[in-house]
């Protein structure tokens, strides 16, 4: 019975259609809107609102569909110019112009028009409007809003001056409250510009962001393994263990910023003066042995592990400041992904996919910089200190003040690498601990390695953004796919220009003029490279939003951009639209959430890898005592001098020493 409607029900339809088909062939027609209603009142777009995105991809369908057919003697005739389907078949199909996908992998027609003709008829560009709306909506919602929360987690040392009158305000009179709401608002105008130009920054350089993280993470662990090696070998003092941990919690502390004289700053010598009781205490110790001695060295090491446990507790968690956005930001390519399920076909929800798969990198940047031991907040160091007020803050950019109210001075995140790496270097020369300075020193082979799984986490997202881009019609290489290229190219060369700054030192070596024009050179080049960035990101990003990619030029292959002989796809939810969506876009989309997940869950482990190790260490100061197997290098004779933690000649005496857990002789 149920088959029997069924085959009733599609019988009738084709006599409705053949009917009508019959009827419209047996009319006399004078226009073609009589067949096809959503053929009347057209016109082309003119060249002053196509300028102004008034240009439309659907309305210029239409006026190619009104072109591939005529009224010869009343009735209606393909011309084939832009449609190959008859109007009768027209009529039996989805209409082609403006269609959604319906459940049906057979699509609409495909009208198709040569480029200049669409130029001519259609010129300019569409602005985002109408059902456009939606996909501008995810991209700006769901992966650029999210963006701003996971730039501000990336640590900085200057942000925009917000002066204090904007808050000076007295709630409790007339005028106060009624000139509250506009102060208000003029400083939250001020913190959004300041998110927004920090956001521009880090979405500018992700290389260098990147590569200085991997580059002071890969520094925490060689330092953390140098102290634990030279403890199972007897041959490092707590005093040396206490200043190598203290240098990887404040190593991204600008080592000469207030500098005295001796080319050290205030971070060196504050830090340095937080294992000064220990320094006195462990020298009293191996001297006398005595009861006394041994409890006040006790005494010295808890403190010393008390300051460095609380200064790693003070960082934000990991999970909380990076793993839960990121967790947010995969439900956007979740939502991403259904749109594209609801709506295959759609070129739009393919392009907004491919940016989000692109501004991965701003998670990505996040989540390395909350892999660091280093605390992002000086602060803590200042409180741990605690000797004096803030007499000064350093310098800054015109208009922008420091981030923290501190005497210390924060390197920027694209510099922190470099900075651990000058507190390593200073540590071993000052101290002549063993053999620190070829541990810490990054050969050709490490700056290698670090520059790929730098250049690796940039590449992914680019690749996924062009691979999207590419595989949406007109399939080819265009502007879009052109622009993730570009991006990733100027990243690819702002990394090398930052291994070259990093080699060189920072061009801090010398002051001849061949050196100053190499620094000059690199200016210029980073000043370019970052440009070009700048605009493939967050132009690009502009431009999707607005629509400006939607013109001719960009639905044409490059390799046609000189002849112009190409054909562009008018029409909407075509067969090999929906065929791509299902076998590419959707795929890529997975993969790009996947990959965001694998490489958080990874910066998770590897940063409480590095904590459990810290803590280790940290809880092996009350492990040992003080016994004959040790032997440590002690600058100066011991005298009374050498009792008050000055450094006196550079004699170096052996004192034996006896440990519970070291059963080696070595020199330190």
Known sequence: MIRDKIRFSFVLSILVLLSKTTAAEARNYTTLSEVFPQLQGLSPV???????????????????????????????????????????????QQWPCGAAYNGSRAGAPVVKAPYSWVNSNCPGWEKNRGSNVDDWALLFVGFLLPAVAF????????????SRRLFD????????????????????????????????????????????????????????????????????????????????????????????????????????????NLDIAERRALRSQDDTDLKALDVAVRGVKVRL????????????????????????????????????????????????????????????????????????????????????????????????????????????????????????????????????????????????????????????????AYFTPTVGISCR??????????????????????????????????????????????????????????GGTVMQIMGVYRNPLCNLPVGQWISKEGLIVLSSNTPLAIQLAHDTWLPIGVSGASFLGFICYMGWWYNTYLRMHFGDLVASFDAEEVGPSTFLHLKGNLSRSDVTGREGSSNVQELHLKGDNHDEKGQV
Not at 151 to 162: F, G, V
Not at 228 to 246: M, P, V
């Open 151 to 162: 730039c501000l987690i990336i640590p900085r040392s200057q942000e925009l001056n917000i």
């Open 481 to 538: 796919s052109m622009t993730f290229m570009f991006y990733f190219i100027s990243e690819f060369f702002l990394t090398m220009l930052w291994i070259w700054k990093y080699l060189e030192n920072g061009f801090t070596r010398g002051t001849s003029l061949t050196q100053r024009r190499r620094e000059l050179v690199w200016y210029v080049l980073v000043t370019f490279c970052a440009a070009c960035a700048m605009f493939m990101g967050i």
């Open 46 to 92: 003119s060249k002053h609102a196509g300028e102004l995105g008034g240009q439309s991809y659907t309305k210029c369908c239409l006026l190619a569909v009104n072109a591939s057919f005529d009224i010869v003697n009343g009735s209606i005739e393909s011309n084939g110019r832009f449609i190959s389907d008859s109007y009768s078949h027209l009529l039996a």
């Open 169 to 276: 305000v007295e709630l409790g009179r007339v005028s106060g409250l009624l000139s509250s709401p506009l102060l208000a608002l003029a400083a939250g105008l001020l913190v959004g510009i300041d998110t927004i130009l920090w956001l521009v920054f880090v979405f500018t350089a992700p290389g260098p962001i990147i590569f200085s993280g991997l580059y002071e993470a890969y520094l925490d662990k060689k330092l953390l393994g140098f102290v634990r090696t030279k403890i199972e070998n007897g041959r490092l003092s707590r005093t040396d263990r206490a200043r190598i941990l203290f240098a990887i919690l404040v190593g991204n502390l600008d080592l000469h910023w207030g500098d005295t004289g001796d080319g050290k700053g205030k971070a060196w010598r504050d830090t340095q003066s937080l294992v000064s």
């Open 309 to 468: 446990r609380s200064m790693l507790a003070c960082q934000y968690p990991y999970g909380s400041t990076v793993g839960a956005p990121v967790v947010f930001y995969m439900g956007s390519f979740v939502y991403a992904l259904k749109e594209i399920s609801n709506k295959l076909g759609a070129n739009s929800s393919s392009h907004t996919l491919a940016f989000g798969c692109l501004w991965i990198i701003m998670p990505l940047e996040a989540i390395i910089s909350g892999c660091l031991l280093a605390g992002n907040n000086p602060n803590t160091l200042e409180g741990i200190v605690g000797t004096q007020e803030l007499t000064g803050s350093y310098p800054t950019l015109p208009g922008f003040v420091p981030v923290y109210e501190t005497g210390y001075k924060p390197a920027w995140m694209w510099n922190r690498g470099r900075s651990k790496q000058h507190w390593a270097d200073a540590i071993a020369q000052h101290y002549d601990m063993d053999n620190l300075a070829d541990v810490a020193m990054t050969k050709i082979q490490d700056w290698f390695k670090i520059a790929l799984v730098s250049l690796s986490l940039i590449l992914v997202p680019c690749v996924l953004a062009f691979i999207l």
